[in-house]
């Protein structure tokens, strides 16, 4: 299967401070998908086909990426956006998750 | 709007079965895939496996065949994923999300989860 390897596991941002998650596959993928996830939620659809926003995902956010490397951009940092992002792919079978990337708000 | 309702958490014994339930509403049923991911406490998520209620096709991760058995009800607009000989490692929440257009690689609308606990 792909494995996905998200990093860091975890971080921590200030307010206003840029953000920048990363997501690599083992094998290559046509696109990257990112879900947030805070405490006892569901997991929301946030970025797909790697780089287009989910709707209602603030401008702030951006996905990028191609082959086995791509990214969780945030301008800048805000209370709200403190959550658990994860990546995944659909490119070849099982569908898998990467293990998430925890921001926390320093 | 699209909705996906999850039935109630669950307590269970080892070894037994248990059947769980999304409720479709707000969209086309019989057209979407209906993906069931697992996430245990702490833990990342894992995708089950997808069924397309259409025509009942499905798709299972290795994983989890001959634990899981998706179905759906059209009739209801419900699909249901049973899991069986329980043990320990199957407690976790349960999601059911919607696979978003016709390719499905990637999933729209999530259910609320249902928390499975297995325990004597």
């Known amino acids: 299967e792909n494995v996905l390897t998200q990093s860091p596991a975890i971080m921590s941002a200030s307010l206003g401070e840029k953000v920048t998650m990363s997501c690599r596959a083992s094998s290559s993928v046509n696109y990257m998908y990112w879900y947030q996830q805070k405490s006892d939620a569901s997991p929301k659809l946030w970025i797909y086909?790697?780089?287009n926003l989910a709707p209602g995902v603030p401008a702030r956010f951006s996905g990028s990426g191609s082959g086995n490397s791509y990214s969780l951009t945030i301008s800048s940092m805000e209370g709200e956006d403190a959550a658990t992002y994860y990546c995944q792919q659909f490119t070849s079978s099982p569908l898998t998750f990467g293990a998430g990337t925890k921001l926390e708000l320093k | 709007q699209v909705q996906l309702q999850q039935s109630g958490p669950e307590l269970v014994k080892p070894g037994a079965s248990v059947k769980i339930s999304c409720k479709a509403s707000g969209y086309a049923f019989s057209s979407s895939w209906m993906n069931w991911v697992k996430q245990r406490p702490g833990q990342g998520l894992e995708w089950i496996g997808r069924i397309y209620p259409g025509d009942g096709d499905t798709n299972y991760n290795g994983k989890f065949k001959g634990k899981a058995t998706l179905t759906a009800d059209k009739s209801s607009s419900t699909a249901y994923m049973q899991l069986s000989s329980l043990t320990s490692v199957d407690s976790a929440v349960y999601f059911c999300a919607r696979g978003a257009t016709v390719v499905a690689r990637y999933f729209d609308y999530w259910g609320q989860g249902t928390t499975l606990t297995v325990s004597s």
């Open positions: 086909y790697t780089s």
